[in-house]
Protein backbone atom coordinates (compact mmCIF):
# COMPACT_ATOMS: atom_id res chain seq x y z
CA UNK A 1 0.00 0.00 0.00
CA UNK A 2 2.90 2.45 1.00
CA UNK A 3 4.71 1.78 -2.02
CA UNK A 4 2.04 2.46 -4.29
CA UNK A 5 1.11 5.52 -2.80
CA UNK A 6 4.83 6.68 -3.17
CA UNK A 7 4.28 5.36 -6.87
CA UNK A 8 1.10 7.88 -7.02
CA UNK A 9 2.72 10.63 -5.88
CA UNK A 10 5.10 10.38 -8.24
CA UNK A 11 3.92 9.72 -11.38
CA UNK A 12 1.77 13.13 -10.01
CA UNK A 13 4.64 15.30 -10.11
CA UNK A 14 5.83 14.04 -13.37
CA UNK A 15 2.26 14.80 -14.66
CA UNK A 16 1.89 17.99 -12.87
CA UNK A 17 5.61 18.83 -14.43
CA UNK A 18 4.63 17.67 -17.40
CA UNK A 19 1.56 19.81 -18.05
CA UNK A 20 3.68 23.15 -16.40
CA UNK A 21 6.00 22.46 -19.35
CA UNK A 22 3.00 22.11 -22.37
CA UNK A 23 1.62 25.30 -20.95
CA UNK A 24 4.95 27.29 -21.09
CA UNK A 25 5.86 25.71 -24.22
CA UNK A 26 1.86 26.62 -25.69
CA UNK A 27 2.61 30.58 -24.48
CA UNK A 28 5.73 30.60 -26.09
CA UNK A 29 4.56 29.60 -29.14
CA UNK A 30 1.46 31.61 -29.14
CA UNK A 31 3.62 34.65 -28.05
CA UNK A 32 6.36 34.08 -30.58
CA UNK A 33 3.60 33.85 -33.63
CA UNK A 34 1.74 36.87 -32.46
CA UNK A 35 4.87 39.04 -32.15
CA UNK A 36 5.90 37.68 -35.91
CA UNK A 37 2.53 38.65 -37.22
CA UNK A 38 2.19 41.94 -35.15
CA UNK A 39 5.69 42.95 -36.73
CA UNK A 40 4.25 42.09 -40.08
CA UNK A 41 1.17 44.19 -40.04
CA UNK A 42 3.81 47.03 -38.35
CA UNK A 43 6.06 46.48 -41.44
CA UNK A 44 3.36 46.52 -43.79
CA UNK A 45 1.20 49.31 -42.51
CA UNK A 46 3.79 51.71 -41.05
CA UNK A 47 5.17 52.92 -44.56
CA UNK A 48 1.74 53.98 -45.51
CA UNK A 49 0.79 56.07 -42.55
CA UNK A 50 4.12 57.72 -42.55
CA UNK A 51 3.77 59.03 -46.35
CA UNK A 52 -0.11 59.50 -46.07
CA UNK A 53 0.83 62.00 -42.62
CA UNK A 54 4.23 63.69 -44.22
CA UNK A 55 4.99 66.38 -46.57
CA UNK A 56 6.33 63.99 -49.53
CA UNK A 57 7.31 66.63 -51.59
CA UNK A 58 9.90 68.32 -49.26
CA UNK A 59 13.29 67.42 -49.83
CA UNK A 60 14.31 67.10 -46.57
CA UNK A 61 11.15 65.12 -45.13
CA UNK A 62 11.69 62.43 -47.78
CA UNK A 63 15.77 62.00 -45.74
CA UNK A 64 13.85 61.98 -42.52
CA UNK A 65 11.20 59.45 -43.57
CA UNK A 66 14.14 56.98 -45.27
CA UNK A 67 15.98 57.39 -41.71
CA UNK A 68 12.79 56.30 -39.68
CA UNK A 69 12.06 53.64 -42.32
CA UNK A 70 15.50 52.35 -41.85
CA UNK A 71 15.78 52.62 -38.15
CA UNK A 72 12.51 50.82 -37.66
CA UNK A 73 13.15 48.04 -40.39
CA UNK A 74 16.29 47.50 -38.37
CA UNK A 75 14.78 47.01 -35.03
CA UNK A 76 12.55 44.88 -36.65
CA UNK A 77 15.04 42.74 -38.17
CA UNK A 78 16.70 42.24 -34.87
CA UNK A 79 13.63 41.24 -33.30
CA UNK A 80 12.67 38.02 -35.51
CA UNK A 81 16.24 35.68 -34.79
CA UNK A 82 15.07 36.44 -30.86
CA UNK A 83 11.36 35.19 -31.99
CA UNK A 84 13.00 32.72 -33.74
CA UNK A 85 15.16 31.42 -31.08
CA UNK A 86 12.58 31.44 -28.58
CA UNK A 87 10.35 28.54 -31.14
CA UNK A 88 13.98 26.93 -32.23
CA UNK A 89 14.56 26.10 -28.30
CA UNK A 90 10.54 25.28 -27.53
CA UNK A 91 10.79 22.55 -30.91
CA UNK A 92 13.87 21.28 -29.74
CA UNK A 93 13.21 20.58 -26.45
CA UNK A 94 9.96 18.34 -27.40
CA UNK A 95 11.56 16.65 -30.56
CA UNK A 96 14.98 15.65 -28.37
CA UNK A 97 12.48 14.59 -25.34
CA UNK A 98 10.49 12.78 -27.55
CA UNK A 99 13.46 11.07 -29.30
CA UNK A 100 15.24 10.46 -25.85
CA UNK A 101 11.52 8.30 -24.58
CA UNK A 102 12.04 6.83 -27.69
CA UNK A 103 15.33 5.63 -26.95
CA UNK A 104 15.09 4.54 -23.59
CA UNK A 105 11.78 2.25 -24.39
CA UNK A 106 13.99 0.81 -27.23
CA UNK A 107 16.67 0.14 -24.74
CA UNK A 108 14.30 -1.22 -22.08
CA UNK A 109 12.51 -3.56 -24.80
CA UNK A 110 15.78 -4.67 -25.66
CA UNK A 111 16.84 -5.40 -22.31
CA UNK A 112 13.90 -7.67 -21.60
CA UNK A 113 14.05 -9.91 -24.99
CA UNK A 114 17.75 -10.76 -23.51
CA UNK A 115 17.82 -14.21 -22.00
CA UNK A 116 19.40 -14.53 -18.50
CA UNK A 117 22.30 -16.22 -20.14
CA UNK A 118 23.13 -13.33 -22.76
CA UNK A 119 22.80 -11.18 -19.66
CA UNK A 120 25.22 -12.43 -16.98
CA UNK A 121 27.32 -13.33 -20.12
CA UNK A 122 27.75 -9.55 -20.71
CA UNK A 123 29.12 -9.25 -17.55
CA UNK A 124 32.71 -9.85 -16.43
CA UNK A 125 33.03 -11.36 -12.47
CA UNK A 126 35.04 -8.20 -11.92
CA UNK A 127 32.38 -5.80 -12.52
CA UNK A 128 29.84 -7.86 -9.77
CA UNK A 129 32.89 -9.23 -7.36
CA UNK A 130 33.30 -7.82 -4.07
CA UNK A 131 36.93 -6.75 -4.18
CA UNK A 132 39.49 -8.31 -1.73
CA UNK A 133 39.79 -4.74 -0.08
CA UNK A 134 36.38 -5.09 0.18
CA UNK A 135 35.67 -8.54 1.93
CA UNK A 136 35.76 -8.61 6.25
CA UNK A 137 38.96 -10.83 6.77
CA UNK A 138 38.61 -13.47 9.48
CA UNK A 139 42.13 -15.47 10.87
CA UNK A 140 39.90 -17.95 12.76
CA UNK A 141 41.97 -21.17 13.67
CA UNK A 142 40.69 -24.67 14.03
CA UNK A 143 40.90 -24.65 17.53
CA UNK A 144 38.57 -21.49 17.71
CA UNK A 145 35.57 -21.94 19.54
CA UNK A 146 32.28 -22.05 16.84
CA UNK A 147 30.17 -20.07 19.48
CA UNK A 148 33.37 -17.21 18.67
CA UNK A 149 32.92 -17.68 15.01
CA UNK A 150 29.59 -16.83 14.96
CA UNK A 151 29.13 -13.88 17.75
CA UNK A 152 32.08 -12.30 15.24
CA UNK A 153 29.86 -12.85 12.52
CA UNK A 154 26.81 -11.37 14.52
CA UNK A 155 28.88 -8.40 14.94
CA UNK A 156 29.98 -7.80 10.90
CA UNK A 157 26.20 -8.39 10.19
CA UNK A 158 27.41 -10.96 8.25
CA UNK A 159 25.94 -14.47 6.99
CA UNK A 160 28.94 -16.08 5.34
CA UNK A 161 32.49 -15.72 6.28
CA UNK A 162 35.22 -16.72 4.15
CA UNK A 163 38.60 -18.12 5.76
CA UNK A 164 41.93 -17.54 3.83
CA UNK A 165 45.14 -18.89 4.30
CA UNK A 166 48.57 -17.41 4.59
CA UNK A 167 48.91 -16.15 0.83
CA UNK A 168 45.21 -15.36 1.12
CA UNK A 169 44.07 -18.42 -0.77
CA UNK A 170 40.38 -19.41 0.03
CA UNK A 171 40.25 -22.15 2.57
CA UNK A 172 36.70 -22.60 3.88
CA UNK A 173 33.15 -20.54 3.37
CA UNK A 174 31.05 -20.77 6.44
CA UNK A 175 27.32 -20.07 6.33
CA UNK A 176 25.79 -18.90 9.75
CA UNK A 177 22.80 -21.66 9.30
CA UNK A 178 25.06 -24.55 8.72
CA UNK A 179 27.01 -23.66 11.91
CA UNK A 180 24.11 -23.55 13.92
CA UNK A 181 22.62 -26.99 12.21
CA UNK A 182 26.25 -28.82 13.55
CA UNK A 183 25.88 -27.66 16.74
CA UNK A 184 22.60 -28.42 17.71
CA UNK A 185 23.25 -31.63 15.81
CA UNK A 186 26.91 -32.53 17.47
CA UNK A 187 25.34 -31.37 20.73
CA UNK A 188 26.17 -33.90 23.37
CA UNK A 189 27.35 -34.48 27.03
CA UNK A 190 30.92 -35.67 25.50
CA UNK A 191 30.81 -33.12 23.26
CA UNK A 192 28.30 -29.69 24.45
CA UNK A 193 27.44 -26.80 22.17
CA UNK A 194 29.64 -24.68 24.11
CA UNK A 195 33.25 -26.73 23.25
CA UNK A 196 32.34 -27.04 19.54
CA UNK A 197 35.32 -25.97 17.28
CA UNK A 198 36.17 -25.50 13.39
CA UNK A 199 37.99 -28.17 13.63
CA UNK A 200 35.46 -30.18 15.11
CA UNK A 201 33.09 -29.62 12.30
CA UNK A 202 36.33 -30.20 9.40
CA UNK A 203 36.68 -33.56 10.73
CA UNK A 204 32.97 -34.29 10.08
CA UNK A 205 32.85 -36.00 7.35
CA UNK A 206 29.20 -34.35 6.84
CA UNK A 207 30.12 -30.96 7.19
CA UNK A 208 33.74 -30.55 5.68
CA UNK A 209 32.56 -30.75 2.26
CA UNK A 210 29.96 -27.98 3.01
CA UNK A 211 32.67 -25.97 4.42
CA UNK A 212 34.95 -26.78 0.98
CA UNK A 213 31.97 -26.06 -0.98
CA UNK A 214 33.15 -23.21 -3.29
CA UNK A 215 34.46 -22.89 -6.75
CA UNK A 216 37.21 -20.76 -8.34
CA UNK A 217 36.94 -19.04 -11.31
CA UNK A 218 39.79 -16.17 -13.22
CA UNK A 219 39.35 -12.97 -13.44
CA UNK A 220 38.26 -13.37 -17.47
CA UNK A 221 35.35 -15.29 -16.35
CA UNK A 222 31.55 -13.76 -17.04
CA UNK A 223 28.85 -13.84 -14.07
CA UNK A 224 27.30 -16.69 -16.58
CA UNK A 225 30.18 -18.73 -15.90
CA UNK A 226 29.52 -18.32 -12.06
CA UNK A 227 26.12 -19.36 -12.59
CA UNK A 228 27.07 -22.29 -14.55
CA UNK A 229 29.78 -23.77 -11.55
CA UNK A 230 27.53 -22.83 -9.04
CA UNK A 231 24.50 -24.89 -10.38
CA UNK A 232 26.51 -27.67 -11.19
CA UNK A 233 28.71 -27.37 -7.63
CA UNK A 234 26.87 -29.52 -4.79
CA UNK A 235 26.31 -26.94 -2.20
CA UNK A 236 27.78 -24.46 -3.29
CA UNK A 237 26.61 -20.77 -3.03
CA UNK A 238 30.42 -19.08 -3.54
CA UNK A 239 32.91 -18.37 -6.13
CA UNK A 240 35.92 -17.01 -5.42
CA UNK A 241 37.71 -15.08 -8.12
CA UNK A 242 41.54 -15.11 -8.58
CA UNK A 243 44.43 -13.81 -11.77
CA UNK A 244 44.45 -17.62 -13.31
CA UNK A 245 41.26 -19.33 -11.83
CA UNK A 246 44.05 -21.46 -9.61
CA UNK A 247 42.51 -22.82 -5.85
CA UNK A 248 45.91 -21.83 -4.48
CA UNK A 249 46.66 -18.43 -5.64
CA UNK A 250 45.69 -14.87 -3.64
CA UNK A 251 41.63 -14.41 -3.83
CA UNK A 252 40.95 -10.81 -5.68
CA UNK A 253 37.54 -10.63 -5.37
CA UNK A 254 34.13 -12.68 -4.07
CA UNK A 255 30.74 -13.39 -5.63
CA UNK A 256 27.99 -14.68 -3.65
CA UNK A 257 24.69 -16.83 -5.53
CA UNK A 258 22.75 -13.67 -4.44
CA UNK A 259 25.42 -11.04 -5.95
CA UNK A 260 25.09 -13.30 -9.17
CA UNK A 261 20.95 -13.01 -9.02
CA UNK A 262 20.70 -9.90 -8.41
CA UNK A 263 22.45 -8.54 -12.00
CA UNK A 264 19.30 -10.71 -13.82
CA UNK A 265 15.80 -8.11 -14.10
CA UNK A 266 13.28 -8.00 -12.11
CA UNK A 267 10.53 -10.28 -13.44
Not at 39 to 66: C, E, H, Q
Not at 159 to 164: E, G, S, Y
Not at 213 to 231: G, H, M, N, Q
Request: proline fraction near 4%; hydrophobic fraction near 40%.
Amino acid sequence: MMKDSKKDNIESKHTSTLDTANRIAMWVIILSFGSILMLGLVLGLAPLYIMRNTRIFLTSDVKNIKDLMSTFFDFSYSLLPVIGAWMGAVIAYYFSRDNFESAAKSTGELVRQLKPEEILRKTGVTEAMVPMDQIKLTEQKTDSKIQDVIKEMDEKNANRLPIFGKNREAKYILHKSILHQFMIECDSPENPMKDLTLQSLLDNPKYKPIAEAFCVLPESATLADAKRVIDQTENCSDVFITKTGQKTDPVTGWLTNVGVLSHLPAS
